[in-house]
C-alpha cells in the first residue's frame, strides 16, 4: 500500500462502492486530510459510509496510484484501469 496513512485509518466511500461500483473519484481533503472514494453515482449523504483505508485497497489496489496527490486535490477516471487525471478541487 503507497498510501501513508495507517491502514486503518476511516475513509469517506460509499454504499454503492461498497456494493461493487467502481471507483472513479478520489479526493483528498484538505479541511480535514481526509480522503474519499465514490464513484461518481450519487452524492446523497444518505449514502455516506466510512470504511478502513486498507478496505478501500484491497477492493481496488489502483487507488494507490493517487496514493500521492495533495491535499485540496481530486482524481478522477472514467472506468477501473483508466489514466487518472488530476486537478485542485
Known amino acids: 500500500m503507497n498510501f501513508t496513512e495507517d491502514p486503518k485509518v476511516g475513509v469517506l466511500t460509499t454504499s454503492r462502492v461498497l456494493a461493487g461500483s467502481p471507483i472513479l473519484m478520489v ?11 465514490l464513484c461518481g453515482t450519487t452524492n446523497d449523504s444518505a449514502d455516506g459510509k466510512i470504511v478502513h483505508l486498507d478496505e478501500i ?3 481496488d489496489s489502483t487507488v494507490c496510484e493517487v496514493a500521492d ?3 485540496g486535490w ?3 477516471r472514467d472506468a477501473v484501469g483508466g489514466e487518472w487525471k488530476r486537478e485542485p478541487q
Open 74 to 76: 481530486l482524481a478522477f
Open 27 to 37: 479526493s483528498h481533503d484538505a479541511d480535514d486530510g481526509g480522503w474519499q472514494f
Open 57 to 59: 485497497v484491497a477492493m
Open 69 to 71: 496527490l495533495p491535499l
